[in-house]
């Protein structure tokens, strides 16, 4: 009996240890994947460290290049239009894939002679097969000042632009359920997602790109002012974006403009000098505080420490009323004056 129970405890004591054993062993091997995982899925590095031309008070005596070219990382590059080009001294990005390239905008200059973009931009293109790589040109949404270099890459060969009106924008990434869902765009071993934020602009999306972890925020979110045409569409767009970097690395938040300051401040609206200049890149704490912000909006204005709300509309609209409140006032001055002074004069009947 004893050397039954023996045996028995025997062969219990390493089947445990055969169990353990097992376990141990798949812990081991879900734990290398995870870090393994964790570790492929990391950003492309790449710098910020840049100082973007800031434009002058005086342009026409301050002769300057009109688009600087920053290099992020090998395949992605941040170009930057000079304020003295255009005041919007807007930001574009080229990001360059291993079957084609995208485009994000294309600046608030038209004519090539000003702001050579096109040309410019096939100068960066790498060739495969020996021909320029494919180029697609997406907008983050439809105002002028992100498209008004489309008819430079019109007749380019292997150049695809994208529609800019709401209809061609959800047929051309085929969004089915507009403003839900994410369409994806595959450069060739480097997938960008396509966001829908409207709110600014109708027809306005973010695009997430995966190889270095930036969001492309065009008007959305940037350091600057954030014009909101609907607050109820903008905040639903902001939760969509947390929603969908809740499960994503990000790296930065890069917008279409700077308007402030380091301190903050707004440089005067249509201003070709941007002294000291606030940063480009925006981080996640930005993007989590704009739904509380849109939600308590008043309207009109209101100043968070790396943007500013406001609704032009709204805005316009408070100063008619004031301009008609201040000559409705000024009328009825004028009129009471020249009643006195008739009430006063002499031979005036009492
Ligand atoms: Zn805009
Ligand atoms: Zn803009």
């Known amino acids: 009996m004893n050397w039954i129970n023996g045996t028995l405890r025997t062969a219990g004591t390493s089947l445990l240890y055969r169990c353990a054993w097992k376990v141990a062993t798949r812990v081991a091997v879900s734990m290398f994947l995870l870090i393994a995982t964790l570790a492929w899925s990391q950003p492309v590095p790449g710098s910020l460290d840049v100082y973007w031309n800031e434009g002058a008070s005086d342009c026409s005596a301050t002769p300057q290049d009109p688009l600087q070219i920053h290099k992020y990382e090998p395949q992605t590059f941040v170009l930057r239009q000079s304020p003295c080009a255009d005041f919007e001294a807007n930001f574009i ?19 090539p002679k000003a702001m050579p973009l096109a040309k410019t931009i096939l100068e960066l293109l790498p060739e495969k097969d020996h021909k320029k790589l494919p180029l697609l040109v997406a907008h983050t949404h439809r105002h002028v000042d992100h498209r008004a270099g489309d008819p430079q890459f019109a007749s380019l060969p292997s150049v695809r632009v994208v529609p800019i009106d709401l209809e061609g924008v959800r047929a051309f990434f085929a969004f089915v359920r507009w403003p839900n869902g994410i369409a994806h765009l595959d450069l060739g071993g480097r997938t960008v997602d396509v966001i829908p934020t409207p709110g600014h602009n109708s027809t306005h999306v973010a695009f997430y790109d995966e190889r270095t972890g930036i969001l492309f925020s065009g008007d959305f979110l940037l350091p600057g002012r954030l014009l909101i045409e609907d607050a109820a569409a903008y905040r639903e767009s902001a939760l969509r974006v947390i929603d969908f970097l809740r499960t994503h690395p990000l790296t930065h938040i890069l917008g279409g403009h700077i308007e402030l300051t380091a301190a903050g401040r707004a440089y005067r609206f249509g201003s070709h000098y941007h002294p000291n200049e606030h940063r480009l890149e925006l981080a996640r704490a930005d993007l989590t505080a704009l739904p509380a912000a849109l939600e308590h909006f008043n309207g009109f204005y209101a100043r968070y420490p790396n943007y500013i709300l406001t609704n032009p509309i709204h805005n316009l609209l408070a100063l008619a009323v004031i301009a008609v409140a201040i000559l409705i006032f000024i009328v009825w001055g004028v009129r009471r004056l020249v009643h006195r002074r008739r009430g006063s004069a002499p031979g005036f009947p009492q």
């Open 93 to 111: 990005y080229l990001l360059i894939g291993s079957d084609k390239a995208l485009l994000i905008d294309t600046g608030a200059v038209a004519d």
